[in-house]
Each structure stands twice: as C-alpha cells, then as structure tokens.
C-alpha cells in the first residue's frame, strides 16, 4: 500500500509556513501537490512538523490514502468557487448618505456656569 502526501498548502494564519521538504533524497515541494510514497515514508511523514522540534506546531503533511486524497482535492476546490456565480448575482442599492461620517473631534458642548447662590451676590456687594 503506498500513501498520497502532499506539504500542506501555506497559510501563515493557521501555522502552515513550511513550503519545502527533503527526506531520504526526495524533495517535496508545496506547489507540485501530491506525491505517492512508500508506506515507510508515509509513516514518518506523519510525524513531521511544520517547526522542526516544536510538537505544538501543526503536522506539515497531509498523508492520506488515494480516496482521501481525492475526496480532499474536491473538497478544497469547492471552497474556492464562488458562493454565488455572476449570473445570479443580487442587484445592491446604494445610499446617498456617506458611510462614515467626518472623523475628527467632536465640538464639546459649552458647560453651563454654575450659579452663584443669592446669599453670596449679597455679601459682594455689600463689600
């Protein structure tokens, strides 16, 4: 039995950064997709990160049968097709109004003055 692997495909955001491999002589390369190794390979290719030493780091191979291979290949390339083609597309209306208003600060309202109590005016001006 031989196993399909492949690099997984870069995403930074997920911790997939590895985009190249070389083990026993073969040099695995994230944008030539699968390859088909012996089932020794394949088992070691499992343990392998994508950080050399790191075992919190995500696996940086994807090892799997030919019917999982498949099924992943179909699966990745229905996410990337659009989620509505153009021919079904929804008219949007626009709005006049801007969607943000001007930045900056805004005016401080004036405070009122505190009023001076009636006792108090009449001692000031009797001094």
Not at 7 to 24: A, M, S
Not at 43 to 71: R, W
Not at 75 to 104: F, L, M, Q
Request: charged fraction near 40%; include cysteine; hydrophobic fraction near 30%.
């Amino acid at each position: 039995m031989n196993y399909y692997i492949r690099i997984k495909p870069l995403d930074p955001i997920r911790g997939h950064i590895l985009q190249r491999y070389t083990y026993k002589g073969i040099c695995f390369d994230v944008k030539k997709g699968w390859y088909i190794v012996s089932n020794q390979v394949g088992e070691y290719l499992k343990t392998v990160h994508q950080i050399h030493g790191d075992l919190n780091s995500p696996m940086a191979f994807d090892v799997c049968t030919e019917d999982e291979a498949k099924a992943l290949d179909a699966k990745e390339a229905e996410e990337e097709a659009p989620k509505r083609p153009a021919d079904k597309a929804r008219p949007v209306a626009a709005s006049d109004e801007p969607i943000r208003k001007k930045r900056g600060r805004k005016p401080k309202a004036e405070k009122p003055k505190a009023e001076v109590p009636e006792t108090e005016k009449k001692e000031e001006e009797e001094k």
